[in-house]
């Protein structure tokens, strides 16, 4: 972290930090240190700080991928932060009972089943170590390492023998056993996020930039040509899945003004067909003829596409409530849940008696400092 005055080019170095670092009356800066927020006091005049920090509140949420704490202060003495929290994989039928959770709890992110359904790779977070990487977790629960380099959002290959992944400089190609890592696309953005697969192989990716519009793009492997843009629009076009027969891309729009999911043929077409009803996001194909998402409310819903030549579809129908978020995060949550074969569901959400994400509010924070949080 850095500071420097608005009347001379020169800035100082002011401390190193998990966070962002927010300046508050009467002169602190508060920011975080592994999983705890600390406020440390701050001589503005001379852009220095002065003390040790002191602990305000413990464990706050990070995003790992963009160093960014959860937690928000007033001007008035009043804080408020999202506590961590850990997210179960959990097996679920089509009528919302469980039956089967599948390895320990933790914090994981965007699962994905490989093609013979033995193995889940997911992305798990360590807070702590301000890192995240990639695991495998077979039927057993067993889990299993992949990753040292701080990947993110696994996707595996058709073939299920490798597996795709973001990382700090590059989209990656690696062994399902975590071997013959390859980089496939530099990140020239900050944000390429895989999604999956292409009827002829190519991979499907979204690309988010700060200041930009999502856009869903192809690109053949290993990369070679121009890469196609598959949704390129004014609005933020994500989370698409191509249905199994290649006919239909499902994807998630704010072009209504709110997250919406949509369904276009694919390749090409002009038309357009709103499915979700009362909003939604994280569209998942159940066969040919089935899609799911999550609605506005946490319910995991159902559209039915009727056969026939043209598109389709029956209004939504509720299949269970869940805990998951229903807030679409651009280039870091691809999918909170997926569907195996055989028609059972993945969940990834707190454990049973886990709220939704909350917030803690601190009145007079200050007061804090001296007692310990």
Known sequence: MYAGSLDSPEVVRVLAADSQAVYAPPGFLVFVRGTTLVAQRFDARRLRLEG???????????NL??????FSLSSAGVLAFRPVRETELTWFDRHGAGVGVLGPPGHYRNP?????????AVERASPEANMSDLWTI?????????????????????????????????????????????????????F???????????LLYEDFSFGAREDVWAQSLPPGGKAEAVLHSPFADTQAQISPDGRWIAYVSDESGRSDVYVRQYPGGDDKWIVSDAGGI?????????????????????????????????P????????????RNAGFTRNQYLVAKDGRILINQPPPGGAPPSMTMIVNWPSRLKKGP
């Open 282 to 314: 994280e569209p998942q194909w159940s066969g040919n003829t089935e899609l799911l998402y999550l609605g506005a409310d946490r319910t995991l819903m159902s559209v039915s596409l009727k056969p026939g030549p043209s598109f389709a579809a029956l």
């Open 65 to 70: 991928a963009g160093f960014r704490a959860a």
């Open 52 to 62: 040790e920090p002191m602990a305000i509140a413990e464990p706050v949420e990070r």
């Open 138 to 190: 077979d039927a057993r629960g067993v889990t299993t390492r992949l990753t040292f380099d701080r990947s993110q959002m696994p996707l595996w290959s058709p073939d299920g023998t490798h597996i795709v992944s973001r990382t700090a400089h590059a989209l990656t190609w690696r062994a399902r056993t975590g071997g013959d890592v390859r980089d496939l696309m530099p990140r020239l953005d900050p």
């Open 112 to 120: 994905a089943l490989s093609p013979d359904g033995t193995l889940v």
């Open 192 to 202: 390429l996020s895989p999604l999956g697969w292409t009827p002829d192989g190519r």
């Open 316 to 327: 939504p129908v509720r299949l269970f409530a869940t805990r998951m978020s229903v807030v």
